[in-house]
T-cell receptor, first 114, second 114 residues
Framework: KAGVTQTPRYLIKTRGQQVTLSCSPI?????VSWYQQTPGQGLQFLFE???????NKGNFPGRFSGRQFSNSRSEMNVSTLELGDSALYLC?????????????FGPGTRLLVL | GDSVTQMEGPVTLSEEAFLTINCTYT??????LFWYVQYPGEGLQLLLK?????DKGSNKGFEATYRKETTSFHLEKGSVQVSDSAVYFC?????????????FGQGTRLTINP
């Protein structure tokens, strides 16, 4: 079974631009979560989607948003990029609430904001 | 709120040495506990997990036991190899009906010298 895939793997943007990252979960997984990893703050939860609905959201500004499609694929968007948004963005999928909650991670998208 | 504390790194050992990475947690209810490993330039890989008190997770020679009385989930391996060099993250999540949100420790960088 294929793992979690994320595209693109690397991205360079400039301040003020916006970016969209994509995540395809493991087949049969309906829950997708996003995390930001930085050297200073470590791994922080961004949000979780299940059945096209955002179930949980971390403590990030409104510039960070996401969505989930009917096939469980998810996208996250960051608008008005800031230098501090440079990070590794990780997507994880799981079967969903009430089921096995183990999350499996993709390889990440490394975003550099100049 | 929920939190995870890991022993500070970096940790440097010689090949075939015994490894312990300490992890303690603070959480209400009955969290599930995980160890993830991150190799350079990659996403997170699930190493092992435990979902209830006294459970022992094991994989690839690594073990960790869920100790509710000491709120700990220490990672151990009897004989490390150079290929075990990576960053190790301890994490928790709430039970099946809870939020699908992982709370991570700060990570412990492990280097094994031949």
């Amino acid at each position: 079974k294929a793992g979690v895939t994320q595209t693109p793997r690397y991205l360079i943007k400039t301040r003020g631009q916006q970016v969209t990252l994509s995540c395809s979960p493991i087949s049969g997984h309906r829950s997708v979560s996003w995390y930001q990893q930085t050297p200073g703050q470590g791994l922080q939860f961004l949000f979780e989607y299940f059945s096209e609905t955002q179930r949980n959201k971390g403590n990030f500004p409104g510039r960070f948003s996401g969505r989930q499609f009917s096939n469980s694929r998810s996208e996250m968007n960051v608008s008005t990029l800031e230098l501090g948004d440079s990070a590794l963005y990780l997507c994880a999928s799981s079967l969903g609430p009430g089921l096995e909650e183990t999350q499996y991670f993709g390889p990440g998208t490394r975003l550099l904001v100049l | 709120g929920d939190s995870v504390t890991q022993m500070e790194g970096p940790v440097t050992l010689s090949e075939e040495a015994f490894l312990t990475i300490n992890c303690t947690y603070t959480a209400t209810g009955y969290p599930s506990l995980f160890w993830y490993v991150q190799y350079p330039g990659e996403g997170l890989q699930l190493l092992l997990k435990a979902t209830k008190a006294d459970d022992k997770g094991s994989n690839k020679g690594f073990e960790a036991t869920y100790r509710k009385e000491t709120t700990s989930f220490h990672l151990e391996k009897g004989s490390v190899q150079v290929s075990d060099s990576a960053v190790y993250f301890c994490a928790l999540t709430r039970g099946y009906q809870g939020a699908q949100k992982l709370v991570f420790g700060q990570g412990t960088r492990l280097t094994i010298n031949p």
